[in-house]
């Protein structure tokens, strides 16, 4: 049977393509001191609806309330410290969209906030994956038993069978693939999946 977490991390190795992509667009704009809304808004997007609706849902409305029927505090340890840093991430891309505009015009200090929050999102992303996918993870492998397994295999392929998800997962899985083309950035393996 599969783990509860083979969905999330083949999810998570497709927001690794895509933080990689932003990163060497980040450090383009940073040595040519220009942020286009063009180039960006699609990231901003990836991560609304791929990463953070399509992708957190799973964790914040399946996953975590599983671990804690298993027994794993909500308040406290990492289901806490997860939550904590989505919360964190979603700011990091609200303040990111917000100085889109601005920096688009050229203003100098929105140009600053664009490229600031897009490297602490992207540390933040990076280390909580790897949280997720090496702690966290494999303590619900480890704890969730067969039969919440399937039912949260189920659970995972409803909500991906919600249209608006549905949509989401396709669009932004074929946005990966084109931004790893356009950055040279070697695409997902998992870019099909779904």
């Known amino acids: 049977m ?96 917000a100085a889109l505009p601005g920096a688009n015009s050229g203003d100098e200090e929105a140009i600053k906030d664009v490229l600031r929050e897009g490297r602490a999102f992207i540390e933040l992303l990076r280390n909580h994956i790897m949280k997720e996918d090496h702690v966290l993870f494999q303590m619900a492998d480890d704890m969730i038993p067969d039969a919440e397994r399937t039912r949260l295999a189920d659970e995972y392929a409803q909500a991906d069978g919600q249209k608006e998800n549905r949509v989401s997962l396709v669009q932004y899985r074929g946005l990966a693939m084109e931004l790893c083309a356009r950055y040279g950035i070697a695409p997902p393996s998992t870019a099909g999946a779904g």
């Open 2 to 97: 599969n783990h509860p977490t083979h969905t999330l991390r083949d999810e998570h190795q497709v927001i690794l393509k895509v933080l990689d992509c932003f990163e060497a667009a980040l450090r383009r704009a940073r040595d040519e001191s220009v942020v286009t809304q063009e180039e960006f808004e699609p990231f901003v997007g990836f991560f609304r609806d791929f990463a953070d609706r399509c992708h957190h849902c799973k964790e914040e409305d399946r996953l975590f309330p599983c671990l804690e029927r298993c027994g794993m505090p909500h308040e406290h340890g990492p289901i806490a410290v997860m939550l904590h840093e989505h919360q964190i991430g979603r700011a990091h891309v609200r303040a990111i969209a």
